[in-house]
C-alpha cells in the first residue's frame, strides 16, 4: 500500500506546480483558487489512488513523467474552470507556466531518446561469455524433459481431484528440481473474480516429473490465499509492487516448492536504468511471497534460497537474449548495418526460451539464434542463460556454424507424420558424442507424448525416433558410429587396447557406407568398425582373433579406430 499510496503522490507533482503558479499570478482570487486546487487535489489523489491500485506503474522517470503529464492534463483545467481564473494567452517562452509546460516536452522527448540510446548500456550490464561447445550428453543424466504441453495436458485431466473444481484453473507450470528428481509444478488459481469472492483461498499445487512420459500428476493440498489469481490486496503482483515500486516486476509470479513442500511464489524484479525502464541485468532481485500469510522477502537473485530454481524469470531471459542478439554493436546497427546482429528463435516453451537442467542439477535458459537475414534457416549458435544469476553463456564455436536452426528441426518433425498431424515441440540442441544434436518432443493434436526425436544439426536426412530418450540416444549414437562421414562420433572418448576373439559379425551396407558390428566372446559391446578405416574388416568371420584400438563409450557400443586381425595383417 505504500507504494501505491507514494506513487499516486508522485504523479501529482506538475499539477501542484502549476497551481501554485496560477495561485501566486492571480492575487484577487487567491482564496477561490486555493479552495478550488484543494478540492480537485482531493478528488484527482481519489482517482489516480485507483488507477495506481489497478495498473501498477512503476516509479521511474518516464512513468512518473507520463503520469504527471496526464494528471496535468485532466485536472488543471478544472482549476481554472472552477476558480474561474481567466486564462492569458502569452507567448510560450515569456510565461511561467509556458516555460515548465516547454520543459517537461522537452523532458518527455529526451527521456524517449535517452531510452533508445540506454539499449546499449542495457547490452552492457549483462553477464556474458563465449565458449566453442557445450560438455558432451552424458546418458546417466540426460537433461532432457518432457514438454511442458504434455504434461500440463496430464495435469488438466486430473484437476477433478481438487475439492470444489469448478472454482479454480491451473496456473503457469514451473520447471524445478524437487527431491533431486526435475517435476513440473502449477498451482491452482481462481478462475474469475467471483470465485475468488466465494474460495477466498486456493486448494494446492500439482507437481508432475518431467523426466519420466508414463508419470502422472500428485495433487499436493496447500491452502494459499495470496495468489497470482486473487484480487485487491491477496495478489501477489500487488503485495510485491507495495514494497518495491521503483522495480519492475517480470512476467508472473511462478510457484516454487521448498524442502518441506511448502509452496512459495517467486517473482523477479529488477532496477531499470536511471531516466529509462531498460532493465540493469547487474541489479535482479527476487521476491518471495508466503501464500498463507503474505509476506515478502527480497534477495538479489543469485542468493534466493537453494529452493529457488529460476529467480531469473524466462520472461527477463528473453529479453537478455533479444539485447544480446541486437544490440551487439548499438541501437542503429540493429537497424541499418546490423553487423555480428543475432536473432534469437520463438521456439522455445516459455516466452521463447526452453528451461533446460544440467548434471549439477542448475536451471539454464535455452534459445538458440539466427541470422537476421530473411530465408535464412541456419542457427549461428546458442546461448545459455543461468536462471539464479542471469549470466550469459554463447556458444559459437566451429561445430555450432551453418546448422540448422530449432525450427528446421521442428519442420522435419512434422513433415515425418502429416497424416496424424503430430507435431515436434521444445527443441534443445545437445552435443551428443561431438555431434551438435537437436533433440525435439513430438506431441500429438492433443498434447499427447508420442515419441523423442534425435536430429543430427548438421544434416537434415540423419534422424532418429524412438518412444524413449536412453532408447533413442543408444540408436542415434549408434547411426552416427556407422556413419563414415561422422569422424568425430567419438570425440571425448578416450582411445582403449583391446584384443579378442570374434563371436557374432554383421556387415551393414548403404549407398553412401559400409561398416562391419561384431561381438567379442564373453563380451556384450557392439563393436563398429568403418570399412573406410580397416578395409580388411569386410572379411571378418567367427573365431578370428583382433587386436585394436576403440572408443568404448559407457551406453554399450564402440568405435574401432584401428585394427589388426591375425592370419590377415
Not at 548438421?458 to 562421414?485: C, E, H
Amino acid at each position: 500500500m505504500i507504494g501505491i499510496v507514494m506513487t499516486t503522490v508522485l504523479s501529482f507533482l506538475l499539477f501542484l506546480t502549476l497551481s501554485i503558479i496560477v495561485y501566486v499570478k492571480n492575487r484577487m482570487r487567491r482564496k477561490k483558487i486555493m479552495k478550488t486546487t484543494l478540492g480537485v487535489l482531493i478528488f484527482g489523489i481519489i482517482v489516480m489512488f485507483f488507477v495506481v491500485y489497478a495498473f501498477m506503474p512503476t516509479i521511474t522517470v518516464p512513468n512518473m513523467l507520463i503520469l504527471n503529464v496526464i494528471v496535468a492534463v485532466l485536472f488543471v483545467p478544472l482549476v481554472y474552470g472552477g476558480a474561474k481564473v481567466p486564462v492569458q494567452y502569452q507567448t510560450m517562452h515569456r510565461s511561467l507556466s509556458g516555460i515548465i509546460i516547454l520543459g517537461v516536452a522537452v523532458a518527455v522527448i529526451g527521456v524517449f531518446i535517452y531510452s533508445i540510446l540506454a539499449l546499449q548500456d542495457s547490452y552492457d550490464s549483462i553477464s556474458k561469455s563465449e565458449e566453442e561447445e557445450a560438455r558432451p550428453l552424458n546418458e546417466e543424466n540426460t537433461p532432457i524433459s518432457v514438454a511442458p504441453e504434455s504434461a500440463r495436458n496430464k495435469v488438466q485431466k486430473a484437476m477433478s481431484v481438487v475439492p470444489n473444481t469448478q472454482f479454480y484453473d491451473l496456473g503457469k507450470l514451473q520447471a524445478q528440481q524437487i527431491d533431486g528428481e526435475i517435476a513440473y509444478v502449477a498451482p491452482v488459481e481462481f478462475s474469475s473474480f467471483w470465485r475468488y469472492l466465494r474460495g477466498k483461498e486456493t486448494e494446492g499445487y500439482f507437481t508432475i516429473t518431467a523426466t519420466n512420459i508414463n508419470a502422472q500428476p500428485e495433487f499436493v493440498e496447500s491452502k494459499m490465499r495470496y495468489t497470482n489469481s486473487s484480487f485487491f490486496n491477496h495478489n501477489v503482483q500487488r503485495v510485491v509492487y507495495g514494497k518495491h515500486p521503483n522495480y519492475v516486476q517480470s512476467g508472473d509470479a511462478q510457484i516454487e516448492v521448498d524442502d518441506e513442500g511448502k509452496p512459495w511464489y517467486v517473482q523477479t524484479i529488477y532496477k531499470p536504468l536511471l531516466f529509462s525502464n531498460r532493465p540493469d541485468m547487474n541489479d535482479i532481485k527476487v521476491a518471495i511471497v508466503d501464500p498463507v500469510s503474505g509476506d515478502i522477502e527480497t534477495y538479489d537473485s543469485s542468493n534466493a534460497p537453494d529452493f529457488v530454481e529460476g529467480s531469473v524469470s524466462s520472461e527477463l531471459a528473453a529479453i537478455e537474449n533479444e539485447y544480446f542478439g541486437k544490440y551487439v554493436n548499438g541501437w542503429l546497427n540493429s537497424i541499418f548495418g546490423k553487423k555480428d546482429v543475432k536473432i534469437p528463435n520463438e521456439s522455445g516453451t516459455e516466452s521463447s526460451v526452453t528451461p533446460i537442467f544440467n548434471e549439477a542439477g542448475e536451471m539454464f535458459y535455452f534459445t538458440d539464434m539466427a541470422s537476421p537475414k530473411e530465408n535464412i534457416d541456419s542457427a549461428l549458435g546458442y546461448t545459455l542463460i543461468n536462471a539464479r544469476t542471469g549470466a550469459l553463456t554463447y556458444y559459437n564455436g566451429q561445430k555450432n556454424q551453418g546448422i540448422m536452426d530449432s525450427k528446421g528441426a521442428v519442420q522435419i518433425v512434422n513433415k515425418q507424420y502429416p497424416e496424424k498431424n503430430w507435431t515436434g515441440t521444445m527443441p534443445v540442441l545437445y552435443n551428443v558424442d561431438g555431434h551438435p544434436t537437436w533433440i525435439v518432443n513430438v506431441l500429438d493434436p492433443n498434447g499427447l507424448f508420442k515419441q523423442y526425436a534425435y536430429i543430427k544439426a548438421a544434416d537434415s536426412d540423419f534422424a532418429v525416433f524412438g518412444d524413449t530418450a536412453k532408447q533413442t540416444l543408444n540408436a542415434y549414437r549408434l547411426q552416427i558410429a556407422q556413419d563414415p562421414s561422422s569422424v568425430e562420433g567419438s570425440q571425448g572418448v578416450e582411445l582403449t587396447e583391446k584384443s579378442g576373439t570374434i563371436n557374432r559379425v554383421l556387415v551393414t551396407s548403404t549407398d553412401s557406407r559400409q561398416s562391419v558390428q561384431f561381438l567379442l566372446e564373453g563380451e556384450t559391446t557392439i563393436y563398429t568398425v568403418n570399412t573406410s578405416k580397416a578395409p580388411l574388416a569386410i572379411f571378418l568371420k567367427e573365431g578370428d582373433q583382433v587386436n585394436m584400438q576403440a572408443r568404448i563409450r559407457d551406453n554399450g557400443t564402440a568405435t574401432v579406430e584401428s585394427m589388426q586381425i591375425q592370419g590377415i595383417n
